[in-house]
Each structure stands twice: as structure tokens, then as C-alpha cells.
């Protein structure tokens, strides 16, 4: 029997105990573990599937407290002062840019979700010709690339660049 074959049953099982508490979808948490093994060859594979996923579920949990919303993006008022509607467009702009230069195939799927059609991840999976299982962990991928490079890009406001 094969490694995969092998290790399914468990991965699935371990990554469906673990998501909820971590506050992460099952499949993106597999993904994850599966990711990591291709990465190494444990010597004991069962026990590493248990570990990993456990490391991985912790991992999400850290970033899920570090990470803060940004506030909410004026909207344009015919009565405000335009400074505001302008910053925001050259906001705007910046983002749109910096997501054509995402390498990979994070540029059609950040437009994907940007777009104001708000298409749903089978929609997306669909329109990509991906597996809707890997669109979470791609996008996240994606969104890390983007967040890093906007962070040069545009000064955000507030400690440690994070907006309140």
C-alpha cells in the first residue's frame, strides 16, 4: 500500500478534530500536512501526520490573532471633500497593481476575488480550472505575497503597521 493511500484515513480524521479549534477549514489543514510531507520523509509517518497536524493547527490559530481587519474603506460622498475619494482610488490602484505583479497564478485569483461580481470559490475554481479543496490555501499564499509587498508600498497607519 502506498504512503497517501496509507496515511488518508488519518489525515483526514486528525485534520477534522483539529480545524474547528483552530478556526480553519479540514481540507485546507490536509493540504497543509500534505504540503509539509512532501517537503520531508519522516521516518515514522504516522506519528509525524499527527504532529504535523497539530503544528499546522497551531500555526493557524497564531496568525488568526495577528492578523486585525482593516478599517472599513471610506466611501465616496458627493457632499465630502474629495481628498478622501482620491486617496482611496489611489489605494485602490496600488492594490490592483501590486496584484499584477503576484507571481504565479496569484494574479487571476486575487482578480477573481476582488472582482465586484463577488463570485463564490466554486465560481472561482471553476473560472481557474483548480480544485475548489486548494483555492483557501492558495489564496492564502497569494495574500501573504501581496500583503508583504504592499507593505513597502503603502504606509499603513497605527503600531506596527496595523490600523485600528
Given amino acids: 500500500m502506498d504512503l497517501v493511500t496509507e ?3 488519518l489525515l483526514a480524521a486528525e485534520a477534522a478534530a483539529e480545524a474547528a479549534a483552530a478556526g480553519v477549514d479540514p481540507a485546507d489543514l490536509e493540504q497543509a500536512v500534505w504540503v509539509r510531507l512532501l517537503e520531508q520523509t519522516p521516518a515514522e509517518p504516522h506519528r ?3 504532529s504535523a497536524v497539530r503544528a499546522e493547527a497551531r500555526r493557524a490559530r497564531r496568525q488568526a490573532r495577528r492578523e486585525l481587519p482593516y478599517a472599513v474603506e471610506p466611501y465616496a460622498d458627493p457632499d465630502a471633500r474629495p481628498e478622501p475619494a482620491a486617496l482611496a482610488a489611489e489605494r485602490r490602484r496600488a492594490v490592483r ?3 499584477s505583479r503576484t507571481p504565479g ?3 487571476r485569483l486575487l482578480a477573481a476575488m476582488l472582482s465586484p461580481a463577488d463570485p463564490t470559490y466554486r465560481e472561482i475554481a471553476g ?3 483548480m480544485s475548489q479543496g486548494s ?4 489564496r492564502s499564499r497569494c495574500l501573504g505575497c501581496l500583503r508583504r509587498m504592499l507593505t513597502t508600498e503603502i ?3 497605527g503600531r506596527w503597521g496595523k490600523e485600528r
Avoid at 135 to 138: F, H, N, Q
Fill in 7 to 9: 496515511l488518508s484515513p
Fill in 48 to 50: 509525524w501526520v499527527r
Fill in 97 to 99: 497593481a501590486a496584484v
Fill in 105 to 107: 497564478r496569484c494574479p
Fill in 127 to 129: 473560472e481557474l480550472g
Fill in 135 to 138: 483555492l483557501g490555501p492558495v
Fill in 155 to 157: 504606509a499603513a497607519g
